[in-house]
């Protein structure tokens, strides 16, 4: 494995022209906005796969996509995985027992909001998902500040305004925090990052800066996460994902609140 460090800057400078209600002036500013660009994603002998995503955390955004799709169980499922170093924006890796060895390439275009969608039978695909264990507990102070913590760290989001945040939380601090555009690569990045350090994401809790959708709960019960708390609202697949594989799924969790959808016991009042 390589050096995981991006050098495209992931903003970019526009010229705007702002207006305020009651005003007929408008003003112009400049301001930052978040990069978007494609990453190819090269498995040998399986498919290649082209991501949207923000520049940076390019090695670990392609770990966590390859675990997260079932390709790989853990980086030790990994021969090669490097940079190309003719294009910045491909990935390439090779896997030590490749899934998929009848030469039948898959070529995808997964964009940042893409998720399951298309899924014939997904009643099945929420049957197939691991039932964690319940290792995890957190007291409601804990759960109520996660949002806070992450935001504090999400240094993109304060610069545009226009990146996801979301990071992985483990006996009171996170252990990885990435940013991207989309909600589903930034979660890839940060179980990437975790699979890169060799850091196991078992029992522990996510923080997600927008709404949960069935991939994000499916992501998270592959990584063995135990309970995923978000800013915004779940979906109703989402929530019977995160039943089935008993997650506890936190909704709406701002300004000290929280709705708790699914599996309450990892909630208590006090350590």
Do not use: W
Request: charged share 20%; with cysteine; glycine share 8%.
């Amino acid at each position: 494995m390589t050096d995981n460090k991006s050098e495209i800057n992931p903003l970019d400078d526009f010229d705007v022209h702002c207006v305020s209600a009651g005003s007929s002036e408008l003003t112009l500013e400049r301001r930052q906005v978040v990069c978007e660009q494609p990453l190819t994603i090269e498995v040998k002998q399986v498919g290649t796969y082209t991501i949207m995503c923000t520049p940076g955390d390019e090695i670990a955004l392609a770990l966590g996509f390859a675990f997260a799709e079932g390709l790989i169980d853990s980086s030790d499922d990994i021969n090669v995985l490097m940079k190309c170093p003719d294009n910045p924006h491909m990935v390439r890796m090779q896997i030590v027992n490749p899934p998929c060895k009848n030469g039948n390439s898959r070529n995808m275009l997964v964009v940042s909001s893409c998720g399951m969608c298309g899924a014939e039978d997904i009643n099945k695909k929420i049957e197939s998902l691991p039932t964690l264990d319940n290792s995890l507990h957190i007291t409601v102070d804990q759960l109520a500040q996660l949002p806070n913590l992450l935001r504090q760290r999400q240094k993109l989001f304060s610069s545009t305004g226009g990146a996801h945040a979301a990071g992985i939380f483990h006996k009171g601090d996170f252990i990885a925090v990435c940013e991207d555009l989309g909600r589903h690569t930034a979660f890839d990045k940060a179980i990437g990052t975790c699979l890169l350090k060799r850091i196991t994401t078992k029992g522990t809790a996510a923080a997600l800066s927008g709404r949960v959708s069935f991939e994000m709960i499916a992501k998270a019960a592959r990584a063995g996460i135990e309970l995923v708390a978000a800013v915004s609202a779940p979906t109703n697949l989402a929530i019977k994902a995160a039943q089935r594989s008993n997650i506890t799924l936190c909704g709406f969790v701002r300004n000290g609140q929280a709705t708790i959808y699914t599996h309450p016991k990892r909630i208590s009042q006090s350590a």
